[in-house]
Each structure stands twice: as structure tokens, then as C-alpha cells.
């Protein structure tokens, strides 16, 4: 019934559908729906401390038997660069003023954690059957640590050179994230922006360029779009910006409400929240200082000034926050998380069938 069913039998799960683990918007309810439902469900651990991931996964464990999928981010904490950051605070004082906040009173420092020994550590003592990187892999001796659990290790690429580098250093399965998704571009090797591919030319040339399976993310939100992503030869998708909508999500309510008004064009690729490009919907925050701010202190920093003009905005302003969606957006339905994989699936056989048979339209 499915044209490959690799993915499914390297993570033995029932259907080729992977829920994009998602930092802040998504934790243990959803992945236990997912994984119950015959996906993988995903549990996003840059947020995380080492307790909340054990408790987070310790969740997972009681409420479902099925593997699960357990995802770092692994970037290099960056060097700290006080002309920068302080360029950065300018850029962003008006608001402060604005908001009759202090411009020059110490900010948070942002918290999105790198994998590291403890988290490896961590891994090795809870085994999730899956683990998963953004930007790159971890350093060899950290990698190998985990190789050795036997856990399957996925990454994401944005660029052919991207995939074969994964390849190279081990990963079972290459996701290749096109322009489209939500959340942040997954680059390590490439760097600009405006050439990122998406998913439509990404992914067969991703397929042809490595023997691993390949899974396909960006912009895929219905039957449709997983037919379409199988077609081109990927054996799965991992989809991020629809389960955003289930019940089970813990977006904050003012991104919520933007994505239900969000159309397709109404996102774009931006720095400012983070310092690493990320797709989000357009708000104040984008329009005014960004997309691309060359004064965004690198990843993770960029994020750390703009959290006070968070807490001080008014309640339900999205106006400071990131606001993660692909360009899928507005292919949105609200049903849970284990319904929208059961509908996932059951559209995407429905389509293969038709297109095989001769019947689409
Ligand atoms: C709200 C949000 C948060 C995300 N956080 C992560 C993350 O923590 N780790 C990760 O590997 N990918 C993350 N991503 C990217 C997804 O893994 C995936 O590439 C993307 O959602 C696929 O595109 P789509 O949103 O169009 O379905 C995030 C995406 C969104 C929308």
C-alpha cells in the first residue's frame, strides 16, 4: 500500500508519518497521541532541562509502548560579542521606551540548550529508540555515544551537500527540510538564505544524492502533499506546522490566533527572534526590524532582549513573539493530534490509490 516502507520498519511504526518535534509548541501529550495513533511522535528538547526531559520522557513512557522520537538542537554556544549585543539592544530600545521598560537593564539569556553530556547522558539512561538533530550532528564523541544506545540518528538538511555530509557521518535516515517549513532552517553547511530550496526540487535530489531513506518536510499539510513528497522518493514526511492546531499544541494563544488567519504568503524567513533563520508569520517584531537583521547577535542570542518587551507587551500581543509556521499554514483543520495522523494517513493511501488507478483529477 505504501511505495516504501523503510522509514517504517527502521522505526517500526505503521504509517510513514513523522510529527516534527517542535520546541515550545509541542511536549509529551502530543507525541503520545502520535505514536499512538501509528506515527512517530516527537519530543523537542531545546527548551528542555535535563529534569523536564526526564520527566517529559517518563511521561511518554507510561503513556504509550510505541518508540519514540527525541530531538536536540546541537548548534556551538556562541562567542559572546558585547559591540554586537549592544548594537542589538539600540535597534530594540524604542520598544523598551515604548513599553516604559529601561533600555540598559540586563535581559535573560536566551535559553535554547545545545545537546551536550548531560543531555547524552540522559539518552543513554533512557534509550528513546529515536534521536534527532537540527543544525548538523553533535560532536563525533557525543555522536557515538548515542550510536552506541542503538538509537536511530536522523538530521535535517537543507542542500544536497547538506545530505551527503549526514551520510557520511552516520545518519539513518536524512530529513530534507525544504523552504517552506515552519520553525527554523535546519542549515550547517550553507549559509544564505535566499537560496534555500524548497521542497518540491529538494527532495528528489536529496534521493538521488544518498542510499538512506529520506523524509520529506516544509509545506506538507494533507494527503495531497504526503502523495506528492512519496512521489517525488521520500518513504516518509515529517509534518510540523498542522499538528500546530491540535489541542494537544502548546502554542501561546496570540501565535494560535495567527495561524488561524495566517494565508500562505502571510510568512517569511526572519533572524530577528533568534539570530538563525526561521520561518514565522510577519508581525511588528519582522517588519520593522527585520526579515534578516545583520545586527541579530548570532543563535541563540538574538532572542534574550526581546523577552522583557514580551512580558511587558499587552496581553494577546503577538507583536514581540515568534510566531513558527510554514507556508502550509492555511491548509489548517483543528482535530486532534492522534485524528489528523489517522486522516493523514488515510488521505494519502486514498490519493496514491487514485493517482495509480488513473482516477485522480
Ligand atoms: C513551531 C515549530 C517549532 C519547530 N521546532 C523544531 C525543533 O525544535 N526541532 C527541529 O528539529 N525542528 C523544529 N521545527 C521544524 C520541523 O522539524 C519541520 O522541519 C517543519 O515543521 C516542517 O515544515 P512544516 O511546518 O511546513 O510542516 C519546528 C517547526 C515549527 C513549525
Known sequence: MWPDTRIQELFDIEFPIVQAPMAGANGSAMAIAVAEAGGLGSLPCALLTPDQLRAELGAIRAGTRRPVNVNFFCHRPPQPDVEREAAWRHELSRYYVELGLDPDAPVPASSRAPFDD??????????????????????????????ATRAR????????????????????????QGAEAGGHRGMFLAEAVDRQVGTMALVPQVVDAVKVPVIAAGGI???????????????????GTAYLFCPESTVAD?????????????????????????????????????????????????????????????????????????QGVALRRELTAADLTRVLAQEALARLSSLTSGAAR
Open 254 to 326: 496570540p501565535h494560535r490566533e495567527a495561524l488561524r488567519s495566517a494565508h500562505a504568503d502571510d510568512t517569511v524567513l526572519t533572524n530577528v527572534f533568534t539570530g538563525r533563520p526561521a520561518r514565522s508569520i510577519v508581525n511588528r517584531t519582522v517588519r520593522e526590524v527585520g526579515p534578516l537583521s545583520p545586527l541579530a547577535p548570532a543563535f541563540p542570542l538574538a532572542g534574550g532582549a526581546l523577552a522583557p518587551l514580551r512580558s511587558a507587551a499587552p496581553s494577546g500581543s503577538a507583536d514581540f513573539m515568534s510566531l513558527w509556521s510554514g
Open 118 to 147: 548531560e543531555f547524552c547522558g540522559l539518552v543513554e539512561e533512557l534509550r528513546p529508540e529515536i534521536v534527532s538533530f537540527h543544525f548538523g550532528l553533535p560532536e563525533r564523541r557525543l555522536l557515538n555515544r548515542v550510536r
Open 221 to 239: 499539510a494533507d494527503g495531497r502533499g504526503i502523495a506528492a513528497a512519496l512521489a517525488l522518493g521520500a518513504a516518509a514526511v515529517q509534518v
Open 153 to 176: 540518528i536522523v538530521s535535517s538538511a537543507t542542500t544536497v551537500r547538506e545530505a551527503r555530509w549526514l551520510e557520511d557521518a552516520g545518519c539513518d535516515a536524512i530529513i530534507a
